[in-house]
């Protein structure tokens, strides 16, 4: 038996993963446990996790691999200060002391955290270092169907490198394109994401979700100003409009000129529809990118199968375009697509790279079984955790629990489903998820203001049974990991009047677009997850009883938690986040609380408590 694990910390979103005999075994982020969203610190508790899941000691592994080179970033560091000197004069000494204390020699670093996990071992050699981007391109090809694929990752910037073109060719990978720093599309968009008032690095979402309410109008000037895109999808970006790089904020003074408005205080300003417009015009034109390298990787390569990964991929949007425009035949995408990915990347990459063992795929089903990698509680243990928290509960078989949820969830009842081994990535696929009707007009809103509390324009995702998918969407093609965005066929939309189409940006919020409203956004699009019977039997039951009761295949998906909290990974989180919001009904396995049955002086205002993500 070889177990190898992989590891990615010290930027935001830590993890660990683990394979034994390269069967990935088990994966999840330290913020799951830790509570702090993004975490980057050290994955003690992951690592910890992965081991138990195996039945490992860390002294017993027979590798252990970091998901990047510390060295090359180091390097990236000091030649930026230097091109740019004596600007970033101040950023530059602001991070030299955890560079000299901690992160230029990681390597013994992580042996000293390594022996928190487990004081036996002793081995520094067994730890093994990969590149920020092999990594990603790893995750994503290593685990996906396909026998061959180019492989494209897009991020902010790993060591050097921002975007690569990789060839995944059975068992080995070889890198032939990249873009370096400063030029990233990743960082553009974060620095967008920061000119809109959101959070870098965990904000870019919300860009993308508010990009429908706007008008792209700003798309030349981007392109005109901002970055030179060549026909063949490589480009530089201008810096003198940037601050990333040898300062603290994103952008400077003269990208906010360029723009004619300061950057948002999210504080203190509320969206207007210049920053939808804002957001409209960089999504479009990260889509005219993101398109022109495709085609132009397609036309060089000649392979049918794409891959990928990297933060960039996670823009759900840009992936159904490429989807549609049927640049490749094939697509997969790495679900935890983000640095808590580069973890398994790093396992993946030194089994098969460094190692050279063997690698089969079926051309059909991926090898990441859903991505559900994390942990999961048994009947008993739920029990007993539930008993000392104070909850009063209900045991149901299977088919009582699967009538009585559905049922529930017709009559527009709110659900935490809280089942099996919890996700790994950033999106709930219906283990740790908040479920409901997506028939009711008010369903949305209620959402977003009463359980996620967060802003009203945020889009909800639709759960589908993988058969009806085509019957209720433009697509015909499996998305498990909620990671193509498609249009609900015209069949279920429903027309705007006329009135409805003077109106512009959150004021079309509100209008009924099909008939299954809670999750079509304001463009009639939607993100996808198909439901399959043999990775998630339960709640792919569940959406069968509800089509059955409803004759819709179709549920709200949403994560877990609340605004600013990572999704819930124990009992305990769930218990809390059923408690300090106004969901209607827990269900852990088969464990059914309803509210009103609870002791009211367990309710706890999470509403207050929150900080804006």
Not at 365 to 378: A, Q, V, W
Not at 502 to 515: D, Q, T, Y
Request: charged content about 25%.
């Amino acid at each position: 038996m070889n177990s190898i694990l992989g590891i990615s910390a010290f930027y935001h979103d830590s993890a660990a993963a683990l394979l034994i005999d390269g069967k990935i075994v088990a994966a999840a982020q330290e913020e799951r446990f830790t509570r702090k969203k993004h975490d980057p610190g050290y994955p003690y508790n992951s690592i910890n996790y992965v081991l138990k899941e195996a039945n490992l000691k860390l002294s017993e592994l027979d590798g252990i691999v970091f998901y990047e080179k510390p060295f090359l970033k180091f390097e990236r560091l000091l030649e930026t200060y230097l091109a740019f000197a004596p600007k970033g004069f101040t950023s530059f000494l602001m991070s030299m002391p955890i560079w000299l204390r901690e992160k230029l020699f990681q390597k013994k670093f992580l042996f000293d955290q390594l022996k928190r996990n487990d004081s036996n071992f002793n081995n520094i050699e067994k730890i093994n270092f990969s590149e920020h981007h092999f990594s990603h391109a790893a995750s994503a090809f290593y685990p996906s169907p396909f026998d061959q694929a180019v492989i494209l990752t897009l991020d902010g910037v790993g060591e050097w490198a921002t975007s690569t073109v990789a060839i995944g060719k059975e068992n080995k990978i070889s890198i032939i394109k990249e873009i370096n720093f400063p030029h990233s599309i990743g960082l553009l968009y974060s620095a967008f994401t920061y000119y809109t008032g959101f959070k870098v690095n965990s904000g870019e979402y919300k860009l993308m979700g508010l990009a429908p309410y706007g008008q792209p109008k700003y798309a030349d000037i981007i392109l005109k100003k901002l970055i030179d895109v060549k026909e063949d999808g490589s480009f530089r970006l201008d810096m003198k409009y940037f601050n990333f790089a040898t300062g603290l904020t994103m952008t400077n003074e003269r990208f906010s000129k360029l723009f004619g408005q300061k950057v948002r205080d999210p504080s203190k300003e509320l969206l207007t529809q210049f920053h939808m417009d804002i957001a409209s015009s960089i999504q479009a034109v990260i889509e005219k990118i993101i398109i022109k390298l495709v085609t132009s990787i397609q036309k060089e390569t000649k392979i049918k199968n794409l891959c990928l990964a990297g933060g960039v991929a996670l823009n759900c949007v840009a992936n159904g375009k490429i989807l549609r425009q049927k640049v490749f035949e094939n697509l997969w995408i790495q679900p935890a697509a983000g640095d808590a990915g580069g973890s398994l990347g790093a396992a993946l990459a030194y089994w098969h790279q460094e190692l050279s063992q063997p690698r089969k795929s079926n051309g059909d089903i991926d090898k990441m079984n859903g991505s559900y990698l994390g942990p999961k509680f048994d009947d008993l243990s739920i029990e007993k955790k539930l008993m000392s928290l104070g909850a009063k509960f209900k045991k149901y078989n299977n088919e009582e629990l699967i009538n009585r949820v559905a049922s529930e969830l017709k009559n527009e009842k709110i659900v935490g489903w809280f089942q099996g081994r919890m996700e790994f990535g950033p999106r709930a696929l219906g283990c740790r998820s908040i479920i409901a009707d997506p028939r009711s007009e008010k369903m949305q809103k209620n959402l977003n203001l009463k359980i996620k509390y967060r802003e009203s324009f945020r889009p909800f995702a639709p759960s589908i049974l993988r058969e009806d998918l085509a019957k209720w969407f433009d697509l015909d093609y499996d998305s498990p990991y909620m990671l193509l965005v498609a249009d609900v066929k015209k069949s279920i939309q429903v027309e705007e009047k006329e009135e409805d189409r003077r109106l512009f940006g959150i004021e079309r919020l509100n209008l009924k677009r099909s008939v299954i409203p809670a999750v079509t956004h304001v463009d009639y699009s939607a993100r996808i997850q198909t439901v399959h019977k043999n990775t998630n039997p339960k709640y792919y039951q569940l959406i069968a009883k509800f089509k059955e009761l409803t004759n819709c295949p179709v549920l709200v998906n949403t994560s877990f938690n609340i605004r600013g909290e990572p999704i819930v990974c124990s009992v305990e989180d769930a218990f809390k986040c059923f408690m300090g919001t106004e969901l209607d009904l827990l269900v852990c396995e088969n464990f059914v609380l309803s509210k009103k049955d609870q002791n009211q002086n367990l309710i706890n205002n999470y509403k207050e408590k929150v900080e804006l993500d």
